[in-house]
């Protein structure tokens, strides 16, 4: 169990900055997660994703209300 510490409680040689490089690494991460959360509401704001719907669908429908008629056709 003290193989880790020495008596007044110092890290070793090897521990230091284990805090410092750890904080580093969630900050690091928590930034990510902030950028990726801000390009996805840019990218939901911006109507991106209906836009990359509307393009790929089968039935790409030029009018709002046409969707019905189609259900009906089927």
Known sequence: MGRHRLGNKQPL????????????IVAAAFLCVIVAGAALWR???????VDHGLASASHHLAGA??????????
Do not use: H, K, M, P
């Not at 040689?13 to 580093?24: D, F, I, L, P, S």
């Not at 990218?43 to 994703?49: N, P, T």
């Not at 209300?65 to 089927?74: E, G, K, N, P, Y």
């Open 43 to 49: 990218a939901l704001s911006q109507g991106l994703f």
């Open 13 to 24: 040689g090897n521990e230091r900055g284990q805090g410092t490089v750890e904080y580093a």
């Open 65 to 74: 209300a046409t969707w019905i008629a189609d259900v009906l056709v089927f």
